[in-house]
């Protein structure tokens, strides 16, 4: 196994980013989104017969290959899952987007004769407008909208983001109830505002 | 919603979640204490929440989601990048042209011969398949056999470094689709490439090689000659063959293969009837795709185009197009012959549908000329011709002009009499039919949650019990649409049924829907089956007008009661009204997604088997 070049950098830039250097972000972010989509692309080539998309072993393995392990203290783990949380998310976003905009106009449909692919080219759209929703959510409300980003598009489960988040799980869970709910009510337009 | 607003609101909603409805109310007086418009944000909320954990709202996680869009992306980077001036064996590539459904493609020069052709580079999903492979060098055989100037000639297919390429004759020019975007086309020129098309199809047909995919993307138009070349004979069987191996091996990520590059299927807009049910297609398919063609040149609109491919799909096999307008009402019939739905009723083969699009050319040629001549704008005179000659041409002409001014007239007369149709000569009131159209969606379900990607139902398939679905129904009329479901019969328990709709989760809880309209049941949610096997039917009810007997089921369809009908006497109704009206089976026909029900009558019914294991 090729090991990423800049392992070392890496883990320097996360325990700034950690210590409050915000410009440590804008270097390691195209970093770990460079590896996070190749891993995903890969692991989509490979295991397109029938196996779901494993967010967090995604996350996990671009942690070993992109994070010196020999210097690595836990927080850092929970700050690399927080960053690759958004960075997945933005990953998705930027191929939904690319979609909506590639499959759309044309007189004629593209098709393959299948409800089945009207529902996935669906997908693409939804989560636009999820991405948009969870904008406003965390403008007003920043814990529950990463409470969401962690959860829903880095794959991760209620007790690791309250690791992440530090806080209890109980607050997560209800963190997640309230966040969840609102995003239902903004996306089915059921809702005040 | 202002961030205090916000902060008031969960604060009182995330305790008010765990508490009973009696303890909530309470607390919600308490805390709410006379602001009716916090209150309703808190229960709007709290409904939402109730919504979103039964519907598992974002439940899952985003990547399995989106796994489908990264899948198109990986199949994309797979493809080798061939890059300018690189050799491939005797090719060097010149220029990239373009990509196909099948592959990218490149001018190139072969060495060997010293000629420019096309290559195409098949993409690896396609040449990594043996079977299809096989099947694909077969084809590619029959079709380099056919030496027609209107078939774009096949020089080699092979394999180089890996990757497997077609080389093709080279054509200058560009690709009808093109050509009609540019140009509003006179009818002569429509019949000239029409005419060059059924040529090359006629000369394909003979040699039993079915094109099925005829459209604007597969004719090019040679620059400097106008030329017509028609491109991709025999490929269109192995693309299909690919689309209904899917389908066999329908599993988890079949969805993301589906519209992957390279298995695009191309249009539904230029399928026949036959073709869009995926019933065997023979020559007559070609047919009405050129037929569908010509019409696009006439008037530049489809014939057949709706919202979605089913609606398109449902156009294709129920709706007649609108008429072509200001064309000869020859070319009219000519068309609709070649649109015909019913095969057997269609041009049987492109040789006829030629020769008549022939004469119609003939006798244009022949009326344009009479124009020309006798236009006095243009008095041509013929150099060398004796005055007395030139008179008896004249006469001849005019009298040509009489027949065909007669011809004229009787067509005008003939296509009036055909648009004022039936009710003023033959009045013969056209039989009571309805009609409805369905597909089913399944979702599967694992610990609660949905679990892999939705796939349509299509024929046989073992359903079980963690499969929820969703019904899409639609009709060409607007009508009153009633579903019950009907578990699995018990020897002791009378008949109950559960009002799947109308429904308070769609259509607006109104159970007249409209003309077209796809309607989803539930609409954002799925329908559910309790663990009992059998076979559940799911009844479906239509009609124009609303059915008095079941008028009284709305008011069981209600979340709380799970939709069940509670009332014995209600569920005697039902059943015995289903009795009664099922005796007449209607007639089906099932696509690869679709199935569409026709009853002769007022009122349809009929009833969706699902075996429940």
Redesign the interface.
Known sequence: MTQAPRQHEITELLAEWRDGNQSALDELYPLVYNELHRL???Y??RE??????Q?TA?INEAYVRLVDQKNVQWANRSHFFAISAQI??R??ID??RR?AYAKRGG???????????????N??R??LR?DEALKSLAE??PR?GQV?ELR??G?LNNEEIAGVLNVSENTVT?DW??A??????QL?G???? | MTPERWQQVSRIFKSAIDLDRDARAAYLNAQCSGDASLRADVEKLIGSHQQASDENFIGGVAAEAGAKLLIDDALESQTPAIKKGQQLGSYLILDPLGAGGMGEVYLARDSRLDRTVALKVLSPDISQDKRRMQRFRQEAKVASSLNQPNILTIFEFGEIEGLTFLATEFIDGETLRDYLRGNRLKISEILDFAMQVLAALDSAHEARIVHRDIKPENVMIRRRDRLVKVLDFGLAKVAEKKASTMQAEESEAATAFKTAPGTVMGTVNYMSPEQAQAKAVDERTDIWSTGVMIYEMVTGAMPFSGATTSHTIVQILEKEPAPLGNVPAELQRIVSKAMTKDPDERYQTAKDMLIDLRSLKKRLDVEAEIERTSSPTTPAPVAGTEPGKRRVLLLALIAMAVVTASILAFNVWRSSRSRTGSSVTTPVAPPVERTLTYWVTVQKFKDGRPYQNPFPLAGEINFEASYHIRVHIRSPEAGYLYIFNEGPPTASAPAEFVVVFPSTTANNNSSLISAGQVVPIPEKSWLEFDKQQGVEKLWLVFSTQAVAELDGVRQFASPQSKNLITNVGQNKIVENFLATNSTIKPELEKGATLTTVKAQGNLLVYAIRLEHH
């Open positions: 995903a692309r890969r989509m080539s397109r017969k029938g196996h779901t998309l967010t995604l997945m998310r990953i998705l191929h939904a979609h007189g004629a449909q593209q098709v393959s004769l299948d409800e089945v692919a009207a529902v996935a080219s997908c693409g939804e989560l999820l007003m409300d529950r969401v829903y598009f794959g209800r109830n309230m969840r709910a609102w995003l239902y009510q089915t059921s809702g005040a505002n």
